[in-house]
């Protein structure tokens, strides 16, 4: 078996298995461009998928994946459980999201990704029967300082004493959804500020944990597969993050039980949801964010910015990218 490490090895850089990937999740963004702010979320998630999908079989790479874009029968392509990659290579757990934010594309708002993660096989948690997660997130500040099972106001407080800032300085991402109404309330009442996504909640939990970012933390209720994504990322940047499994449904807790999954409020720390240091994730801006630039067409070039982070290096890449027009539009 091949490691992630071995095929990241300085002795190898023509074969970085992360700075392949970015020419995939460069696909999919460019390729949903037609579609930003045309109101079909669906359209632009189609060729986003279709793009990703083509690039995968030029990289050498053996992967699964694991959190893909639904079950086989209802997702032809990037389902959960499909090959990916050229069959050489390391051995791979992948999750694939061609644009987290559909609607944020559709609406032309900012913050839409095309988002690849990978680990070593069997080290990523497959979630994927029970949908919503309840999350943390926040950079190194935070980690054996806060925890999920702490009240809001009091995870403000001690984040606040671990950064040096007072409270007021705090900001804290949610999703803004009717499920968040007393959560919001509360982290304001605790004297902090709130930052509401409408969608996107992977850049919203990678901003949490970068360096210098706008935003302290990141909580609230979103899917379980953006939780495993985001903790790829978040090996990298040496951050925290915490996640705890909420079904909607006793069906959805039956099979979260016979995938054996703890859907009885266990808390899924760092290394549950994705074992080791061995991650890469990949990302290309598909409108503005505060992560990335979305893409940019400007006459016969098709600009793009992505990120890599490393988890084994810990380290976060920044690449601009210029494409010929011609060759994609």
């Not at 029970?130 to 300082?145: E, S």
């Not at 084994?312 to 494409?323: P, W």
Request: contains cysteine.
């Amino acid at each position: 078996m091949v490691s992630l490490t071995a095929d990241m090895s300085p002795l190898h850089p023509d074969r970085n298995l992360a700075l392949e990937l970015v020419r995939a999740t460069e696909a999919a963004s460019i390729r949903a461009v037609p579609f930003i702010g045309r109101g079909d979320k669906e359209a632009a998630d189609g060729a986003a998928v279709d793009a990703m999908r083509a690039f995968f079989s030029t990289v050498d790479f053996d992967g699964t994946i694991v959190i893909g874009e639904g079950e086989k029968d209802n997702a032809p392509m990037l389902y959960n459980g499909e090959r990916v990659g050229s069959g050489r290579g390391p051995q791979c757990d992948v999750a694939v999201d061609p644009i987290d934010g559909t609607s944020l594309t559709a609406a032309g708002r900012q913050n839409a990704l095309s988002v690849i993660a990978v680990s070593d096989q069997g080290t990523m948690l497959d979630a994927s029967s029970v949908f919503y997660m309840d999350k943390l997130v926040t950079g190194p500040a935070g980690v054996g300082v806060v925890d999920i099972r702490l009240p809001i106001g009091e995870n403000i407080r001690l984040l606040a004493k671990a950064l040096g800032k007072p409270v007021d300085e705090i900001v804290v991402s949610v999703l803004n959804r009717p499920r968040h109404e007393q959560l919001i309330a509360d982290i304001r009442e605790a004297g902090a500020g709130t930052r509401l996504m409408s969608d996107g909640d992977v850049a919203g939990g990678i901003n949490a944990a970068r360096h210098n970012a706008r935003t302290d933390m990141c909580v609230g209720i979103g899917g379980s597969p953006e939780g495993i994504v985001t903790a790829c990322a978040i090996k990298a940047l040496g951050g925290h993050i915490q996640g705890v499994l909420i079904p909607r449904t006793d069906d959805e807790k039956q099979k979260g039980r016979d995938a054996g999954l703890h859907i009885d409020g266990t808390v899924y720390e760092a290394d549950d949801l994705v074992k080791g240091k061995n991650t890469i994730f990949v990302a290309t801006g598909v409108t503005d964010g505060q992560l990335v630039q979305g893409v940019r067409r400007d006459g016969d070039f098709i600009y793009t910015e992505s990120v890599v982070l490393r988890g084994a290096s810990g380290t976060l890449r920044r690449i601009s990218s210029e494409h010929l027009t011609s060759k994609w539009l």
